[in-house]
């Protein structure tokens, strides 16, 4: 059985990929309790310990309006630790696989048209600048698959689908931006994806790896009621009128598509995001 160190086990992507890979991998899990990813010492005491075949990092500074206010701390786990990660990773001849996200592209992309692996990155926010310098680190590793997913959801953390749900409550109506485009992505087609490219060992390199099809955040929401049989209606509003009524938020990116065209060339297809959310819902509402 191949070892795997999954370092952010208790994020919303961490725990459920750790609950996944237990079953066939023999895999040793950290959490921010028990490794702090910028302890170079640590992560390299941990890795030589358990010598993995794989080490996956889902930890992150993940607060994107925080990521402003707290801009060194956010550069730290998401940017300089992967240096320390991918020497570590080579250090124990290990392959790294890292996740990243749709904000290492400036969004500024016709909406028409969708962001592929090898297109420039500009990131404007601060998270997506970290990430970008934690990608760029992290590329440093001899073996490395660096996951480039958007819009996440899963059931062990808060996510926009938690929510739309919980607002639904107590309102007959929310008002959702309705000109950002991306790909809302669960968890567990995440996790299928990364378990996949455990499988294949595919060529290394980055891949972007969300649910298949695109939508805005407000059309989004208005499948999330549909789906979960709720009455509540969805005013949408642009992000230039959300940024008036929320002036500290970050910029979000207006295009955030992500072709999944080189995913597809490894033989990887995920669900279509309407799909993975109604098997996400079943659970939810249980
Ligand atoms: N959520 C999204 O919409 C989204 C979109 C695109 C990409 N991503 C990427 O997907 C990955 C997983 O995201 P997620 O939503 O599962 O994140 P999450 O739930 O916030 O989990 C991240 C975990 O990392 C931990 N952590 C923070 N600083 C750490 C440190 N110094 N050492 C060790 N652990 C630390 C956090 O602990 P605390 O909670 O105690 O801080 C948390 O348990 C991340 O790389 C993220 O950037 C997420």
Same mark, same amino acid.
């Given at each position: 059985m191949k070892k795997v160190l999954l370092i952010g086990s208790d994020g919303m992507l961490g725990g459920e990929l750790k609950e996944r890979l237990n079953k066939i991998y023999d895999v040793s899990d950290t959490t921010i309790q028990t490794l702090d990813i910028c302890d170079e010492n640590a992560v390299m005491k941990?890795?030589? @310990?358990?010598?993995?075949?794989?080490?996956?990092?889902?930890?992150?500074? /993940?607060?994107?309006? =925080?990521c402003e206010t707290n801009f060194d701390l956010?550069?730290?786990?998401n940017g300089l630790a992967l240096e320390n990660i991918a020497k570590v990773a080579n250090s124990v001849d290990a392959t790294l696989i890292h996740i990243s996200t749709d904000y290492v592209f400036p969004g500024?992309?016709?909406?028409?048209?969708?962001?592929? @692996?090898?297109?420039?990155?500009?990131?404007?926010?601060?998270?997506?600048? /970290?990430?970008?310098? =934690?990608?760029q680190n992290a590329a440093k590793a001899h073996k490395y698959y660096i996951l480039r997913t958007a819009w996440l959801y899963g059931l062990g953390g808060k996510n926009f689908v938690k929510t739309m749900l919980k607002l639904s409550e107590g309102r007959d109506e929310v008002t959702v931006?309705?000109?950002?485009?991306g790909s809302p992505t669960s968890t567990t087609t995440l996790c299928k994806i990364i378990e996949q490219i455990m499988e294949k060992e595919p060529e290394y390199g980055i891949y972007h790896s969300t649910n298949e099809g695109f939508t805005t955040w407000a059309d989004f929401a208005e499948k999330i009621y549909e789906f979960a049989g709720k009455k509540t209606r969805v005013k949408h509003i642009t992000s230039d009128e959300y940024k008036k009524m929320f002036p500290q938020s970050s910029d979000r990116p207006k295009n955030s598509k992500l072709s999944?065209?080189?995913?597809?060339?490894?033989?990887?297809y995920p669900e279509k995001f309407e799909d993975a959310l109604?098997?996400?819902?079943?659970?939810?509402?249980?």
């Open positions: 941990k890795a030589e @310990e358990v010598k993995p075949y794989f080490i996956i990092n889902c930890a992150a500074f /993940t607060n994107v309006d =925080g956010a550069n730290k786990v500024d992309l016709d909406v028409q048209k969708v962001y592929t @692996e090898d297109m420039s990155t500009a990131p404007v926010t601060a998270y997506g600048k /970290t990430k970008l310098l =934690g990608e931006v309705c000109d950002q485009h999944k065209e080189k995913l597809h060339g490894i033989g990887i109604k098997e996400y819902l079943k659970e939810e509402l249980k």
